[in-house]
Structure formats: C-alpha cells, structure tokens
C-alpha cells in the first residue's frame, strides 16, 4: 500500500554513519570546543561585575550549543546500544560520552552557582532571541545553585558518576537485555519476550511464561540488588550532602511541582484506588476466575482483541492524528516514511519503548517492541507524540527546551487518547470491551502499578539509609507495595516479586522516584483531552503552545495556561472520573459478554 514496510529497523545513518566517520569526529570536537569556551566565559569574572546581563546572555548561549552537540552524540550512541546491548562500539562510545559529559555538567554546576551569587537575576539578555522567556529558567539555575556543595565537591561527585550510579545502570539494562531460557525444545525466548507473553490469550501460557521469568530474575537477583543499592545508596548520600530532605524532595523539584499540587495527585490516586479494583474484579469476573487475578492475568485479553499488523497500526495512528490536524498526521507519516521507528523485539535489545531526540538534525527515533497487540499499536500513537513534543521544540535553544518529567508525557498521552477514541469509535461491541481493556490496562498501570512502585521506592530509600538490603528484602518491600496498591483483587500468592528487577527506571541514579511524573501525565493529558473534545476550534494552535510552555515555566503555570489548577483534587478528578466512565462501561459489556 506503501513504501512503509521496506524496513522496521530504524535509519540511524542519516544522523551518523559510524563513531569513525568525520562527521561524528567533528560533532564530538566542536562539542569540547563549546565546553572550552565556556570554561573561559565563566573565567572572566571583570565582565560578569561589570555587565552581568552580557556575561549571562554570552555564557548560555555557548553551553546551548554545547548541550545541544552532546544531545546528538550521545542519542545516537544510545540508540545503537539499545537496540543491541552486545554492539562494543556502542558501548564504548557511551562509556567515553559519559566520561566527556563531566565537563558540561562542571561548567551548568559553576553557571548555576554564579546565578546564586547574583543579587538579582538578569532580565535583559542581549543577543539572545526570546531573552525574557529565560527568566524561569535563570531563576531555577540559581535555586539549583543554592543546592550545590562546594565545587570541589560537585566536581568529584560528577567524575563518581560514570563508574558509581550510571555504571550500576548499564549492568541492569545489559543484564536484562540478554537474559534469555529455553522454551519448546530448540527455541529461546528473550526476558521481554516472556513478558509480552502476558498479553496471551491462553491462561496456561501466561502462567508459563510468567514462572520462567520468575525464573530468570532469580539467576540474575544477586547482581541487580547490587545494582539497585548502589543506585540508591549513590542518590542518597548525594541529596543528603546537597540539602534535600530526602530524594523525594529532589524529585518533586526536578518536576517543577509544588508540595502543594504534590499532595493533590497523591490523594487523588489514594482515593480512586477502588476504581481501578472494580475493573479488575470486572475483569476476573469475565475470565471466569472468581475475584481475584494473578498478577499474569493482568494483561491478558478480554473481549475480542483485534490482532493488529504493523501496516495497520501505522495507518490507524496517522488517521486518528489527523483528527486533530493534518499538519500532525502529516508529521506521523514522516517518522514512518524516514524510518524513525525500531520496531521488534530482538536478542540483545532493551525492553519497553521510548522516543529519543537529536537536537541538531531537528527529528526524533523511537524504539518499539511491537507485538501485534492493541496495546503495542497505542504505544506507537504515544511514542510519536513525545517526537511531536520535540518538534514542536526543535529550534529552541537547549535552555528552553529541557522540560521535567511530568510534564514530559503530556503530548504522549494526548496522542494516545487520540488513537484510543479514534479506535473505540469504530468497533464493534466485542471489539469496543477489547479496547476499553486496553485503555484501563494502560491507566491501571499508570495509576496503581506507578502507585506501588512509588510505596516501594519510598520504602527502599528508607531501609537505604542505613544498610544493604538483599534480594529477598527488595522482594518482600515490592509484594507489600503491590498488595496496598492493588488491594485484595490481586491473589496474595500470584504477585510479581521481581518487578524491582524488571524496571529500569530505578536505576536512573539522577531521577530518583522516576514514577509518579507519569501519573501526573496520564491525568494532565485526560484534562487536556477533555478540553480538546469540549472545544475542538483552535485547539491545536493552543496544544502546541502549551507544549513550547513546557520547557519555561513550572507544571502549575503550564496547568494554568490550560486553565487547570493543578493544585486543587477536583481537577485531577477530572481525569478519574474520564476512568471511571469507562470502567462503568466496562462493567456493562463484560456482563453481557
């Protein structure tokens, strides 16, 4: 039907041929260059008394472009060692990266102290176009500033980095990626192949897959409880020494979130906890299974799952983009047509999805690990909304374009309820409780697994504090969180005790609590979905500036321009109360089917 299906591997040689090649050997030398300027601009402490707003103007104009330059380089050598964890080159281009980026991340640490020193925050920044939307960004600089150690410090904390937490986290991904078993004779299945097998229709298969890979993490428990505690040990005496109060804290401020809008999420999820149960026990109920699921039953199909071909899902999510606009359909067709997308799960490559930028070539890859499922066909829709968010973003400066993790899934969100609603509106009855499932798959996830992992990280960097915890702990802190989050609905006997081991966002040493930002998204992006659906004129003009917003203002002056606020329950109701009309739907058709 079209040129689509020539390739589903992604083409990264249109960013760079090869880590030999000039044109990567060029981009990592004006890179240093950048980095070297910098250093001399930060120097020159004559021109910073006389006329900071020159000096501040000069100053981020130069680690814009330098942080612009390690963005691509450092994209591009993680897609290629994503999507095959034993490439040596890729590795090694990360390991050298990582130990490159030290330098950058020296020069942010000394701009951001001279921000703190500064009586005031420079408001004219001559030189610089859009100067005044710098005035949140300069002003977060010096509150980071405020928070650093001494410079000595900071400096030694950065050259620990590589070879403390970042190397805790590549010994998770590397680990994960090529665990593999035996299954029906000759064959073998990958950790992230047995994990897309709760997704099967036949309950002896999930419980198979489910058990071996019980099985696999518990080969591997021993040097992923390393990993984790020498993650969570490095955050902690980090955060302690930079006086956060804990790395909550340190997260909430990294989500430019405040205490206040905190709370209100938290107790929103507390509250409608029974929601999510009452479509789980729907959902037991339906497969014949009493009231309660094992935690393999958690994905599995209800209704009359649609299989979905690659094609069909390119084309579904282009059709449902251009509900909202051509020029966002048109921008789907692109990513496919270029080969943004890495599309199937291999030996060798990471789990899960995500979408990658590089700044300076102005586009977006995204790796996929697609299976046929409905759910696989969303997280396209999703993916390609992060590359939207980009886009949108592409020729702001690096400054203006760093937006924190809550606001982060907005566009993706968003997207995927585009596809959603484009596909339920089409289906057929059986079909329409196959793509509700999906849909209240997905929010349960977001809501009640993010919610344990929450109660488990909290818990984790508590007993952290003051010793190792083994394998077995980490095991017994992660059923405890599941059995609070998903309360009795999920069989005591049945849960996923390894799920520490299984998610690599407890390794990110610098994005401590890496879980309730995505909750926060789903519910933002539902509010925003409302506002689309109430009035569709001119909307999009809106999103996209909503989107530039991001990368400038904290979560609650982004709400704002939405016309949400944030820091009130009743919004974020809003979102559970778009759930719970679909678990009451839910409800209905399971008893009919």
């Not at 000069?58 to 994209?75: G, H, K, N, R, T």
């Not at 390119?314 to 251009?322: D, G, L």
Request: charged share 25%; with cysteine.
């Amino acid at each position: 039907m079209s040129s689509f299906d020539r390739d589903t591997s992604w083409d990264l040689g249109s960013i760079f041929e090869d880590f030999s090649r000039p044109p990567y050997r060029q981009a990592l030398e004006n890179y240093h260059t950048s980095v070297e300027k910098a250093k001399l601009l930060l120097d020159d402490q004559v021109t910073l008394r006389k006329d900071p707003e020159g000096w501040t103007a000069s100053v981020i104009e130069v680690l814009d472009e330098a942080s612009d330059l390690f963005e691509e380089l450092y994209s591009y050598a993680y897609t290629r060692f994503s999507s095959d964890t034993n490439d040596r080159e890729a590795l090694n281009a990360l390991g050298k990266l990582e130990e490159q980026a030290l330098p950058l991340k020296q020069v942010w640490t000394r701009f951001q102290r001279a921000m703190a020193s500064m009586e005031t925050i420079p408001v004219r920044l001559p030189g610089l176009e859009q100067a005044e939307a710098y005035a949140f960004v300069l002003g977060e600089a010096a509150e980071l500033g405020r928070r650093q150690m001494p410079l000595d410090m900071e400096d030694l904390a950065a050259d620990l980095s590589r070879p403390g937490g970042d190397a805790w986290s590549r010994l998770q991904e590397s680990i994960s990626a090529n665990l593999d078993t035996e299954w029906d004779g000759n064959r073998r299945k990958t950790v992230t192949e047995l994990r897309a097998l709760a997704h099967d229709c036949d309950r002896s298969v999930r419980e198979r897959a489910y058990r071996a890979e019980l099985g696999l993490w518990k080969q591997a428990e021993l040097p992923l409880s390393y990993a984790l505690n020498g993650v969570k040990g490095f955050s902690v005496i980090l955060n302690r020494r930079r006086g956060y109060s804990d790395t909550l804290e340190r997260s909430r401020i990294q989500s430019r979130l405040s205490e206040k809008s905190f709370h209100a999420l938290m107790k929103t999820i507390e509250s409608s906890l029974p929601v999510f149960r009452r479509y789980l026990a729907a959902k037991a109920s339906f497969l014949g299974l009493g009231k309660k699921l094992a935690f393999y039953d958690l994905f599995a199909p209800v209704g009359k799952p649609q299989e979905w071909g690659y094609q069909e899902a390119k084309e579904a999510v282009i059709s449902a983009y251009r509900h909202l606009s051509p020029e966002y359909a048109d921008f789907a067709e692109r990513a496919f047509r270029e080969r943004w997308i890495d599309v199937y799960p291999s030996k060798g490559k990471v789990g899960g999805a995500y979408c990658i930028s590089f700044p300076r070539s102005g586009v977006s890859r995204v790796l996929t690990n697609f299976d046929g499922t409905l759910g696989a066909a969303s997280t396209l829709a999703h993916e390609l909304g992060h590359a939207w968010h980009h886009h949108v973003l592409r020729n702001m400066p690096a400054s203006l374009r760093s937006y924190p993790m809550t606001l982060a899934e907005t566009a993706s969100i968003f997207s995927e309820q585009l596809f959603f609603q484009s596909v339920r509106s089409q289906a057929e009855t059986g079909n329409e409780l196959s793509a509700l499932e999906s849909f209240l798959q997905d929010t349960t996830q977001v809501v009640v697994d993010i919610y344990s992992r929450y109660l488990f990280e909290s818990a984790l960097f508590e007993r952290r504090k003051d010793h190792e915890c083994s394998p077995e702990e980490l095991n017994e802190l992660m059923l405890d969180a599941q059995s609070k989050a998903y309360g009795p609905v999920l069989d005591r006997e049945k849960r996923h005790p390894y799920m520490w081991a299984v998610k690599g966002h407890y390794y990110n040493q610098d994005l401590g609590f890496y879980n309730f930002p995505y909750a926060f998204g789903l519910l933002f992006g539902l509010g925003l979905f409302q506002r689309y659906q109430q009035s569709p004129e001119n909307f999009f003009s809106t999103y996209n500036q909503l989107l530039v917003m991001t990368g400038r203002a904290p979560a609650e002056a982004v709400a704002e321009a939405a016309g949400f606020d944030i820091t009130k329950q009743n919004f974020w109701m809003q979102g559970i109360g778009t759930i719970e009309d679909a678990v009451r739907r839910y409800e209905a058709l399971s008893k009919k089917g």
